[in-house]
């Protein structure tokens, strides 16, 4: 790409964030959208959001798809991250209020897995 974007477009690039930093951003933004479909009735189940994910966008299979990775490391912990992300680079990663409730409830997306 060529740098000169940047400038035409007053952007300055933040190179301290790492590979890590980076990737978990756009995980997280992933997986808030991933229960908003759900919410909106883009996708009927999680299970069918997971075969989506997996098959259409590549995501990592071993991992069981976005909504067995959230049950996986906590719906807690996921809106916990998403609110640090919230409270440190704007509203746009606010967790959706299904998340919130799961968390608070301790629901997760395949309760017959527990």
């Known amino acids: 790409m060529d740098k000169k ?9 933040n190179a301290s964030l790492s590979g890590h930093e980076v990737a978990q951003r756009c995980a997280l933004m992933m997986l808030n ?10 996708i009927r189940s999680a299970r069918d959001g ?3 994910a997996i098959f259409g966008i590549g995501f990592p299979p071993f991992l069981g798809g976005p909504f067995r990775y959230m049950d996986h490391i906590g719906i807690d912990r ?3 991250l998403l609110q640090a992300h919230q409270n440190r680079y704007g509203e746009r990663f606010a967790p959706c209020e299904r998340l919130l409730a799961m968390a608070k409830e301790g629901h997760v997306f395949y309760p017959e897995a527990e």
């Open 5 to 13: 974007v940047y400038s035409l477009l007053n952007i300055k690039l």
């Open 33 to 42: 959208e991933a229960t908003r479909c759900l919410d909106e009735g883009v």
């Open 50 to 52: 997971d075969i989506g």
């Open 78 to 80: 996921v809106v916990s």
